[in-house]
């Protein structure tokens, strides 16, 4: 069973830094592509970032390139999101989600129950 579960959010000033974690199982996280996506409040889903599953080709949308890090540990089965320079339009849930296959620009299969970044002072 597939089983993708985040942690690592919580409420942090803006300008401050978080780094989120999803640790994986159930499948061989090495062998697939792996993305980031987020809710804010009242809002459909934003994909964030991803990362091919050789973690050699990453992407992220405008809004967070130059803040976010998409990265991978493919020994641990664990992928990570350090955000840094945190803005307050940053606020939602964040969802790890699993893609069909090894490069980011298939679908996403799977989800975790996500985690919440909440910027604000």
């Known amino acids: 069973e597939v089983q993708l579960v985040e942690s690592g959010g919580g409420l942090v000033q803006p300008g401050g830094s978080l780094r989120l974690s999803c640790a994986a199982s159930?499948?061989?996280?090495?062998?697939?592509?792996m993305s980031w996506v987020r809710q804010a409040p009242g809002k459909g889903l934003e994909w964030v970032s991803a990362?091919?599953?050789?973690?050699?080709?990453?992407d992220y949308v405008d809004s967070v390139k130059g803040r976010f890090t998409i990265s991978r540990d493919n020994a641990k089965n664990t992928l990570y999101l350090q955000m840094n320079s945190l803005k307050p339009e940053d606020t939602a849930v964040y969802y790890c989600?699993?893609?069909?296959?090894?490069?980011?620009?298939?679908?996403?299969?799977?989800w975790g129950k996500g985690t919440l970044v909440t910027v604000s002072s």
């Open positions: 989600a699993k893609v069909t296959g090894a490069y980011w620009n298939n679908g996403m299969n799977y």
């Open positions: 159930g499948f061989t996280f090495s062998s697939y592509a």
């Open positions: 990362s091919n599953s050789g973690d050699s080709n990453t």
